[in-house]
Nanobody, 120 residues
């Protein structure tokens, strides 16, 4: 099994920064794409951004220039640095990875989510 555990959510004021982390553990052979998604109350889950194995990143237009995704391959950890937060960034943030386990099976794994609340 492969597990993802996110941390770092909380309540902040508009304009503040916040950083999220996601640690992958378990029977991991290789990790491919890693990404962050979010789901606001009453809305569908949406992509925040992804980072490929080569380190290339892609972001949703709504967060470009404010959010930065990075990773530490040695620690199987994904990060999301969020700056200039807005009330509309309020959501549950989920980590997702595509990986192969030690039996070389392809897996898509989601974290349990961490709540980010931005007050105006």
């Amino acid at each position: 099994q492969v597990q993802l555990v996110e941390s770092g959510g909380g309540l902040v004021q508009a304009g503040d920064p916040l950083s999220l982390s996601c640690v992958a553990s378990g029977s991991i052979s290789t990790i491919n794409t890693m990404g962050w998604y979010r789901q606001a109350p009453g809305k569908q889950r949406e992509l925040v951004g992804v980072i490929t194995t080569s380190g290339r990143t892609n972001y949703a237009d709504s967060v470009k220039g404010r959010f930065t995704i990075s990773k530490n391959n040695g620690k199987n950890t994904l990060y999301l640095q969020m700056n200039s937060l807005k009330p509309e960034d309020t959501a549950v943030y989920y980590c997702r990875i595509e990986c192969k386990d030690t039996a070389y099976r392809y897996l898509e794994v989601w974290g349990q989510g961490t709540l980010v609340t931005v007050s105006s």
